[in-house]
């Protein structure tokens, strides 16, 4: 799948901390395929602002990541999870219509 660089930051924010191993072997594997090399840190001109907290970049980019089977239920789920305790943003939309597409029809 391709993402924009705030599907991949949303992703990376998105992405369990805990769980299961197998699910944190796939949750670390997708965080190590969505994460920014610092060549492209550069190129995006990325940077967090220190009083928001808020990650800024100026230009956009593409990126294929593979997304298996079991990594595309887990972030579903987390998706899922986020809507039904109201937390999910506008921001999340594209990505929840992108692995809901049933859904989203």
Sequence with gaps: ?????LERVLLLNVLP????VISLRVSHNLKQ???????????????VD???????????????VEVGPRAFTLIADRLDALSR???????????????HPVEAA
């Design 50 to 64: 220190a009083a928001s907290g808020r990650v800024e970049w100026k230009t956009d980019s593409q990126k294929d």
């Design 33 to 47: 395929a969505l994460s920014f090399p610092e060549e492209e840190l550069q190129a995006l001109e990325m940077k």
């Design 85 to 99: 305790q109201g937390k999910l943003h506008e921001d999340h939309l594209g990505l929840y219509d992108r692995f």
């Design 1 to 5: 799948m391709t993402f924009n660089v």
């Design 17 to 20: 901390a805990e769980g299961d």
